[in-house]
């Protein structure tokens, strides 16, 4: 496999030195499948590490492709048994979006000091994800699935945030008509969202506590 890799990109790079005008096939130019390894392994550890929690957002529409591409990742997280145990919702219509910030708003108490709270941050994409309450690492499931999301949306220069406060709301009963509009089964209840779209602050990442990690020999 590897060697296949490498016989290609070094086709590819001759056939790229010989249409420039060059002649002979320059070797250093070619790129071995370590190489590629290297940088994939590079950027993936990069995008981890570099990932924050954004709240704030451009008001810029995130391209239906490109979501689906993250809601793609985040099915092909691992899950118990191979069950695919969540129910995912994805809101990006900003009628729907409005109405969730201006219902929002009135719980969190936005109308009586004068402010306005937005649910999400006033992100253009609002993912919800519910869990299987017949099944008991369900939660875990859903937990990969968002990590996956948070993860490859970061890739692609797109800011998230893990919502847990949000779904008080909905499952309050100031929510319960906005719940009834994600459409989840009986047997699915919220657990969390993603406020997903284009960042417009760039924060630094947060330190972690690396003491709570014990290697046991
Ligand atoms: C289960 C869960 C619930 C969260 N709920 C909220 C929330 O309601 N509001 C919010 O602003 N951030 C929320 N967050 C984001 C965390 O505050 C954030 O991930 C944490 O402070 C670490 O910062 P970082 O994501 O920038 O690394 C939540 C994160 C998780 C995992």
Same mark, same amino acid.
């Given at each position: 496999? @590897? /060697?296949?890799?490498?016989?290609?990109?070094?086709?590819?790079? /001759?056939?790229?030195?010989?249409?420039?005008?060059? *002649?002979?096939?320059?070797?250093?130019?070619?790129?071995? %499948? =370590?190489?590629?390894?290297?940088?994939?392994?590079?950027?993936?550890? =990069?995008?981890?590490?570099?990932?924050?929690?954004?709240?704030? +957002?451009?008001?810029?529409? &995130?391209?239906?492709?490109?979501?689906?591409?993250?809601? =793609?990742?985040?099915?092909?997280?691992?899950?118990?048994? #191979?069950?695919?145990?969540?129910?995912?919702?994805? &809101?990006?219509?900003?009628?729907?979006?409005?109405?969730?910030?201006?219902?929002?708003?009135?719980? %969190? #108490?936005?109308?009586?000091?004068?402010?306005?709270?937005?649910?999400?941050? *006033?992100?253009?994409?609002?993912?919800?994800? %519910?869990?299987?309450?017949?099944?008991?690492?369900?939660?875990?499931?859903? *937990?990969?699935? #968002?990590?996956?999301?948070?993860?490859?949306?970061?890739?692609?220069?797109?800011?998230?945030?893990?919502? #847990?406060?949000?779904?008080?709301?909905?499952?309050?009963? =100031?929510?319960?008509?906005?719940? @009834?509009?994600?459409?989840?089964?009986? /047997?699915? @209840?919220?657990? +969390? %969202?993603?406020?997903?779209?284009?960042?417009?602050?760039?924060?630094?990442?947060?330190?972690?506590?690396?003491?709570?990690? @014990?290697?046991?020999?």
């Amino acid at each position: 496999m @590897k /060697t296949k890799l490498f016989l290609s990109l070094a086709l590819g790079a /001759t056939m790229m030195a010989g249409c420039c005008g060059t *002649g002979a096939a320059d070797t250093s130019m070619t790129v071995t %499948a =370590e190489d590629s390894a290297a940088v994939a392994e590079k950027a993936v550890v =990069e995008t981890i590490l570099q990932r924050r929690s954004i709240r704030k +957002y451009k008001q810029q529409p &995130v391209e239906r492709e490109r979501l689906e591409k993250i809601i =793609e990742c985040g099915v092909y997280a691992p899950n118990g048994m #191979g069950r695919q145990s969540w129910e995912v919702r994805v &809101v990006d219509d900003p009628r729907l979006l409005a109405e969730i910030d201006s219902t929002y708003n009135a719980f %969190a #108490g936005g109308d009586t000091d004068g402010s306005f709270r937005k649910a999400a941050f *006033g992100a253009p994409v609002l993912i919800f994800v %519910a869990y299987d309450t017949r099944y008991d690492l369900s939660q875990v499931d859903c *937990g990969l699935l #968002g990590g996956n999301i948070m993860v490859s949306a970061r890739s692609m220069g797109i800011g998230t945030c893990c919502l #847990g406060g949000i779904c008080r709301f909905f499952n309050a009963p =100031e929510g319960s008509a906005l719940l @009834k509009r994600l459409d989840f089964p009986e /047997t699915h @209840k919220l657990l +969390y %969202a993603i406020a997903l779209g284009y960042p417009d602050e760039s924060p630094a990442p947060k330190p972690r506590m690396m003491e709570k990690v @014990k290697f046991i020999e």
